[in-house]
């Protein structure tokens, strides 16, 4: 099971950025998949989280109406797309697969398995 992320950089507020999280070794299908964020001196917090089928996800207070999770199961690839970026929103984002039962409510550490290394996106201007 690996999975990549990508897609992050350094972004004026208000800018965008499309994350993506590549996966090999199982199937999307079979799994929740989070993204989570780290910024330092902080917790990793789950920010949105994807059912097995794709039909319900959840977003955190602090980026929802910002963020917008997807995936493409032929290019076994999840997105995160994330726009009104914050100087608060500078962190390390993570994506991770959660092959337990599916998506039941927020997205908690504890239940991923399955980690990337991160992407940093830093937002200043």
């Known amino acids: 099971v690996q999975l990549v992320e990508s897609g992050g950089g350094l972004v004026q507020p208000g800018g965008s950025l499309r994350l993506s999280c590549t996966t090999s070794?199982?199937?999307?299908?079979?799994?929740?998949i989070g993204w989570f964020r780290q910024a330092p001196g902080k917790e990793r917090e789950g920010i949105s989280c994807?059912?097995?089928?794709?039909?319900?996800?959840y977003y955190s207070d602090s980026v929802k109406g910002r963020f917008t999770i997807s995936k493409d199961n032929a290019k076994n690839t999840v997105f995160l797309q994330i726009n009104s970026l914050k100087p608060e929103d500078t962190a390390v984002y993570y994506c991770a697969a959660d092959p337990g039962s599916d998506l039941h409510g927020t997205c908690q550490v504890p239940e991923y398995d399955y980690w990337g290394q991160g992407t940093q996106v830093t937002v200043s201007s």
């Open positions: 070794g199982f199937t999307l299908d079979y799994y929740v």
């Open positions: 994807l059912s097995k089928s794709g039909a319900s996800m």
